[in-house]
């Protein structure tokens, strides 16, 4: 079932969104026992608004919002036990933009969005439900296991180097990240703030035209949106000939499968008649490395509001020696929080800031700039989405390093601020490995029609 297909049943008074509502709650509560998707699931909360009317075309669809977007009223955890009892005070623009959607639950997630796994959380691990021994991806692992096992119809998640994308492409579901400052991100819990985007994740690219539609556009409380008007997304056409980039990249380190996969898809690219153009690009390597030296030290500014006094938690109990206090308190962070905060909190500290965080930006300017030669000579430019199939949970937890490596191809798009897209590209026995595609800044229009042409030649 996509979105149209659920909204005509409903306009035609086919099924009812109590029928839906029933339904949906029901497989959510079951299916949450086996995969913990959810932190919290809204059943109260989403039965109270229940919609008469099916004004907009999102009215009563099922959709699933990760839990560092803020609702009004409901628990926003972030993923972390540090804000286990926080309430948001207001809605977040995309939610809001949202209409009334059915609020199935909020998604489980890496603390504050540090992380590829969904281990890092506060909450326990969300299992793939392609396998059930393999992680989901990250950080917006709930989102992604619950659209894949069709506990909703589309999820909003957050990607700041990938977290949309990769926990897509370990579930064989479409991810899709829009160029930075498309859909605001007021409301959203700040991860790295020049890197983070709202993004969606559904079963299929018309479903995910139809949701960028809905959230995309200029929002006043967010300086960094872009009031580019509005434009319909969902008129996808057929595009007939174009210039592709194939990304030229180290093969170490590649599950043989993630090669074939992207190998198949390359040659059908040539079968549909495009141009393919090898692409080497000289500083796209460093894009990792400039990323976990930016973001980190966002994090370590960001991360300054759980103080006890503006955000964070508070202890029931009184403390009178400080460093009690600080311990009860402080604690709540998980240890990839605790590593970034630090991390972030040397590289911007006064003796380091020119050979890091300096140096970082820099080169962050000079893949922005590669960004833009490049294409000037194509339309797209694509690649596997992640270089391995999904892997097992605990695989990757003793070493970070490992876990950062599997965002190596979704974090460039974040650097320079890109639109991207991850769909399933091959299956392999349960599981499937991903194809990502990144266009020109506020080309999602193009965009989503290359890849909806895509999952047709590929899948159907
Ligand atoms: N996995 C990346 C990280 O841990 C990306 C996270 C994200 O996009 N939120 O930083």
Not at 15 to 23: L, T, V
């Amino acid at each position: 079932m996509n979105i149209s297909d659920l909204r005509k049943k409903l306009d035609s008074k086919e099924i009812s969104a109590q029928e839906i509502f029933d339904e949906y709650f029901k497989k959510a509560e079951e299916e949450n026992k086996k995969i913990n998707c959810f932190i919290n699931i809204n059943k109260e909360y989403s039965k109270k608004r229940l919609s008469k009317e099916n004004n907009s075309i999102l009215s009563n669809i099922p959709g699933v919002i990760k839990d560092n977007i803020s609702i009004k009223d409901t628990i926003t955890t972030a993923g972390s036990r540090m804000l286990e009892k926080y309430k948001s005070p207001y809605t977040a623009s995309v939610v809001l933009n949202l209409k009334d959607f059915m609020l199935i639950g909020k998604g489980n997630m890496d603390s504050f969005a540090f992380g590829s796994s969904t281990e890092n959380s506060g909450f326990g691990v969300t299992k793939n439900p392609l396998d059930l021994t393999r992680v989901a991806g990250g950080s917006s692992g709930g989102v992604s296991a619950a659209i894949a096992s069709k506990l909703a119809l589309f999820g909003i998640g957050t990607d700041t180097g990938g977290s949309v994308r990769q926990p897509a492409s370990f579930c064989g579901v479409v991810g899709l990240k829009p160029t930075y400052g498309l859909c605001s991100r007021f409301g959203l819990i700040a991860m790295g703030s020049s890197f983070d985007v709202p993004g969606i994740i559904t079963q299929n690219v018309k479903d995910a035209a139809i949701v960028l539609n809905e959230i995309a556009g200029y929002d006043v409380n967010d300086s960094t949106s872009v009031n580019i008007g509005k434009k319909d997304y969902t008129g996808l056409k057929k595009i007939n000939k174009c210039k592709v980039g194939i990304l030229k990249f180290p093969e170490e380190g590649l599950d043989k499968e993630v090669l074939e996969g992207f190998s198949s898809s390359v040659n059908l690219l040539k079968s549909m008649g495009m141009d393919i153009v090898e692409i080497d690009m000289k500083y796209i390597k460093y894009s990792l490395s400039v990323y976990y030296v930016i973001v980190p030290s966002e994090i370590s500014a960001n991360m300054s509001r759980y103080d006890g006094i503006r955000f964070g938690y508070h202890p029931e109990e009184s403390f009178s020696v400080l460093d009690d206090f600080y311990k009860e308190s402080r604690d709540k962070f998980e240890d990839e929080v605790k590593r970034r905060i630090m991390i972030g909190t040397f590289t911007l500290s006064q003796g380091y800031y020119d050979a890091y965080y300096n140096k970082a930006m820099k080169v962050r300017n000079l893949i922005k700039q590669e960004f833009i030669d490049t294409f000037k000579d194509i339309d797209f430019l694509v690649s596997p989405t992640t270089p391995t199939l999904p892997f097992h949970i605990g695989e990757k937890t003793k070493s970070p390093l490992s876990m950062y490596l599997s965002d190596i191809f979704t974090v460039p798009a974040n650097v320079v601020g890109y639109p991207a897209i991850s769909i399933p590209d091959k299956k392999f026995g349960d599981l499937f490995s991903g194809l990502q595609i990144i266009a020109k800044p506020f080309e999602e229009e193009r965009l989503l029609s290359f890849a909806n042409m895509m999952e047709e030649k590929l899948w159907k």
